[in-house]
């Protein structure tokens, strides 16, 4: 069935240092993908998206990288920040903005040590 | 100004009660959902709604009732309230196809 799951639950970094987040993916059918920050006891916050026609997009100290011969997309963090330590969702999906559904990952616990 | 708002922040309840929970977005946007996320950090989709008219609907309990009076406000009403029920709800409105935004979630605990 479709899922979406992250390699490593709980990623431990020191401050400064680049992160790297996985996750995969199984539905060929995903037409865009999305990362969610969720701090504690905070909704899920919108990071950067990618369509499936990109391989690669920018962002302000983040950089989401898609491969969809292995279904693998991952978040980069550049010198991470103690303000960075959240726990991280990839999310795929499809369909209109009307209609169109995301699927959530389990999410992956990022720590930044000082 | 907060962009979606929910309430209660917390609300905590016994086995067999019916309960509410509100969202409301001062976004603009056509459509709105409801998630619950689970013990696990799990984060599911339970209702999507545009313009007041439900659009998906993923096999959740009838027990489970989204009301939407105008396009600004979407409810979720709870009746015979079971443990399995505890969980954060959190309503997003949805801005365009790749971007939601999220509420601050409502932490239901049922006793």
């Known amino acids: 069935g479709e899922s979406v799951g992250l390699h490593l639950p709980t990623l431990s970094v020191q401050e400064g240092d680049n992160s790297i987040i996985n996750c995969a993916y199984s539905n060929s059918a995903s037409d865009y993908f999305i990362w969610y920050k969720q701090e504690s006891g905070k909704g899920p916050q919108f990071i950067i998206d990618i369509r499936s026609n990109m391989d690669k997009r920018q962002g302000q100290r983040v950089t989401v990288l898609l491969n969809k011969t292995v279904k693998h997309l991952s978040l980069q963090i550049a010198a991470t920040q103690p303000g960075d330590s959240a726990v991280y969702f990839c999310?795929?999906?499809?369909?209109?903005?009307?209609?169109?559904?995301?699927?959530f990952g389990q999410g992956t616990t990022l720590q930044v040590k000082p | 100004d907060t962009a979606v708002s929910q309430t209660p922040k917390y609300l905590v309840t016994q086995m067999g009660n019916d309960k509410s929970i509100k969202c409301e977005q001062n976004?603009?946007?056509?459509?709105m959902y409801w998630y619950k996320q689970d013990s696990k950090k799990f984060l599911k989709i339970m209702f999507s709604?545009?313009?007041?008219?439900?659009?998906i609907n993923e096999t959740v309990p009838n027990r489970f009732s989204p009301k939407s009076p105008d396009k600004a406000h979407l409810n979720l009403h709870i009746n015979s309230l079971e443990l399995g029920d505890s969980a954060v709800y959190f309503c997003a409105s949805r801005e365009d196809r790749e971007t939601q935004y999220f509420g601050p979630g409502t932490r239901l605990l049922v006793l």
């Open positions: 976004l603009g946007h056509d459509t």
């Open positions: 999310a795929e999906g499809y369909g209109s903005s009307n209609t169109g559904k995301l699927i």
């Open positions: 709604y545009n313009n007041k008219e439900l659009i």
